[in-house]
């Protein structure tokens, strides 16, 4: 109950592109912080990009200027386009909401796989 559902993964080359998102049925998106993040085989879980209520946005460094995180509220989903992809982007990836900057995420998605051929 509550839970977002993430999609959109799936087999790519190295430069390629791929759109992920993140929508939810019993929760407004638009009402929290959304973030992305990403966690590979035998690798701690980490942070990609964030999108506050207000939209301001946070990459990190890996993917800036490569990722793109966007809203669609019409929609209650949220984006993360992304292009020139890498074969270090493979991962298994999941969107997570938090109430505020202030507040940890506490919803999360299923994850979904993200891969990269080089």
């Known amino acids: 109950q509550g839970q977002l559902v993430d999609s959109g993964g799936g087999l790519r080359q190295a430069g390629g592109s791929l759109r992920l998102s993140c929508t939810a049925s019993?929760?407004?998106?638009?009402?929290?912080?959304i973030g992305w993040f990403r966690q590979a085989p035998g690798r701690q879980r980490e942070f990609v990009a964030a999108i506050t209520r207000s939209g301001r946005i946070d990459y990190a460094d890996a993917v800036k200027g490569r990722f793109t995180i966007s809203r669609d509220n019409a929609k209650n989903t949220v984006y993360l386009q992304m292009n020139s992809l890498k074969s270090e982007d493979t991962a298994v990836y999941y969107c997570?909401?938090?109430?505020?900057?202030?507040?940890?995420?506490?919803?999360w998605g299923q994850g979904t796989q993200v891969t990269v051929s080089s």
């Open positions: 019993e929760r407004t998106l638009s009402s929290y912080t």
């Open positions: 997570a909401a938090a109430r505020d900057e202030a507040h940890p995420y506490e919803y």
